[in-house]
């Protein structure tokens, strides 16, 4: 009988762990998109942007907006203002731009 009650209790604590560590990411990229100066162009909620030609993001596929942001660093892509953006793009890693796309497309 105790061995059944400590088992429901490890599972309930890793149920418990899981739902913690999916809070974090999510908080993680909200938190980076403030540190890292992003909302400063493309605005607070990701959806008002400081000027009427930068782009939305929030919504944004996950996929779409962290290869955006791996061809912009990289300079692949280079048309556009993608100049404006591409200085940032020092200050995030590529695991902190998967964290910021994740959060960007739950909005
Ligand atoms: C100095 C202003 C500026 C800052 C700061 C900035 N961006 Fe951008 N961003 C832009 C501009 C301008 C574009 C559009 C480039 C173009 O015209 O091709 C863009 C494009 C993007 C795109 C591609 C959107 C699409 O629909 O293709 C993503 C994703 C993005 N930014 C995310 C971010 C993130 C995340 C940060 C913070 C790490 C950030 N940006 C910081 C100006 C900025």
Redesign the pocket.
């Known amino acids: 009988m105790m061995k059944i009650a400590k088992l429901t209790m490890s599972a309930a604590a890793l149920l418990f762990a899981t739902g913690i560590a999916t809070n974090a990411q999510a908080a993680d990229g909200a938190e980076l998109?403030k540190v890292?100066?992003?909302w400063?162009?493309?605005g607070k909620d990701a959806n008002t942007p400081i000027m009427p030609t930068?782009?939305r993001?929030a919504g944004?596929n996950a996929d779409y907006?962290f290869n955006?942001?791996k061809d912009?660093k990289a300079g692949i892509?280079s048309?556009?203002?993608?100049a404006?953006?591409k200085g940032?793009?020092g200050?995030?890693s590529e695991d902190e731009?998967r964290a910021?796309?994740d959060w960007l497309s739950t909005l």
């Open positions: 998109y890292k100066t992003c400063a162009c493309h930068y782009p993001l944004q907006a955006q942001m912009i892509r048309n556009g203002q993608a404006a953006m940032v793009m200050l995030v731009m910021i796309a």
